[in-house]
Nanobody
Framework: QVQLVESGGGLVQAGGSLRLSCAASGLTFSSYDMGWFRQSPGKEREFVAAIRWIGGSTYYRHYADSVKGRFTISRDNAKNTVYLQMNSLKPEDTAVYYC???????????????????WGQGTQVTVSS
């Protein structure tokens, strides 16, 4: 059974940093592309960042415009974990953050919810002004 478990959320002041982690089990982690999405109250879940295997040990990273330059996605295949380093946080980054997994090599852009097969339960990030 595939499980994705996020951690690292919390309350932080604007300008601060957090690092989210997502530990995966029940799948061959290195064979999966990973993504982070977020959802604020009253809003749809939106894409934040994705890391896509493109061959060998090379990965392509993609970011939403709203987080580009502030957030960094990375992964440690030995630990079956994907990370989201969030710097220069803003109040508008407040949301529940979800990690997601999809098998590598598939079609699409990895930017859309429907492209992912597995989801975590989410972790709350609150940024105070």
């Amino acid at each position: 059974q595939v499980q994705l478990v996020e951690s690292g959320g919390g309350l932080v002041q604007a300008g601060g940093s957090l690092r989210l982690s997502c530990a995966a089990s029940g799948l061959t982690f290195s064979s999966y592309d990973m993504g982070w999405f977020r959802q604020s109250p009253g809003k749809e879940r939106e894409f934040v960042a994705a890391i896509r295997w493109i061959g060998g040990s090379t990965y392509y990273r993609h970011y939403a415009d709203s987080v580009k330059g502030r957030f960094t996605i990375s992964r440690d295949n030995a630990k079956n974990t994907v990370y989201l380093q969030m710097n220069s946080l803003k109040p508008e980054d407040t949301a529940v953050y979800y990690c997601a997994a999809r098998r590598s090599g598939g079609r699409g852009t990895n930017l859309h919810l429907y492209e992912y097969d597995y989801w975590g339960q989410g972790t709350q990030v609150t940024v105070s002004s």
